[in-house]
């Protein structure tokens, strides 16, 4: 059985960092490609980043370009979203989602349950 | 930036068929899939490459795309299927979400 579980999330001020985590398990972790897709609270999905099986290929929303960055270690078969910079806009469920493919920029076939994170003073 | 609309509501009776749309600049040279997302779940993928269903999807959900618009069919739709639906496409390697609309089964 796909699991993924996201941690990390939580309560920062602006200007701040925070490094999400998530763990992957039942399937072949470094097959696939990854991605951190996120809700703010009671509205839409944005697709946040995405990387493929080896890392060669990562792409950004232009919302965090240059603040987030997108890593995984297929060693751990985890999945990292580290978060610089943090505004308000930010605040939103976190979701880390497993590609089809090992490209990463096919469908989003299983999800985590999202972790919250809230960007406050 | 790529955008990809979709109507925010869309109602229907049980044992109808509901149609959601979603609208891009030449959409239909990509490929289109669809999620569904009841309240406080996670969202799950049921339809891909414009009309494939995963396995566990009931044979109910249906898509097409064509043109500048991916559908998303349900058909004899039943209670169970009230949630929000996206359709997401990619655009030069960066995925885009539709605004999701929100089915109501009454």
């Known amino acids: 059985e796909v699991q993924l579980v996201e941690s990390g999330g939580g309560l920062v001020q602006p200007g701040r960092s925070l490094r999400l985590s998530c763990a992957a398990s039942?399937?072949?972790?470094?097959?696939?490609?990854m991605h951190w897709v996120r809700q703010p609270p009671g509205k839409g999905l944005e697709w946040v980043s995405g990387i493929s099986w080896n890392s060669g290929s990562i792409g950004y929303a232009d919302s965090v370009k240059g603040r987030f960055t997108i890593s995984r270690d297929n060693a751990k078969n985890s999945l990292y979203l580290q978060m610089n910079s943090l505004r308000a806009e930010d605040t939103a469920f976190y979701y880390c989602a497993k590609d089809k493919s090992a490209a990463g920029t096919f469908p989003m076939d299983y999800w985590g349950q999202g972790t919250l994170v809230t960007v406050s003073s | 930036s790529y955008e990809l609309t979709q109507p925010p509501s869309e109602s229907v009776s049980p044992g109808q068929t509901a149609s959601i749309t979603c609208s891009g600049d030449k959409l239909g040279d990509k490929y289109a899939c669809w999620y569904q997302q009841k309240p406080g779940q996670s969202p799950v993928l049921v339809i891909y490459e414009d009309s494939k269903r995963p396995s566990g999807i009931p044979e109910r959900f249906s898509g097409s795309n064509s043109g500048n618009t991916a559908t998303l069919t349900i058909s004899g739709t039943q209670a169970m299927d009230e949630a929000d639906y996206y359709c997401q496409a990619w655009d030069s390697s960066t995925g885009v979400f539709g605004g999701g609309t929100k089915l109501t089964v009454l």
């Open positions: 039942g399937f072949t972790f470094d097959d696939y490609g």
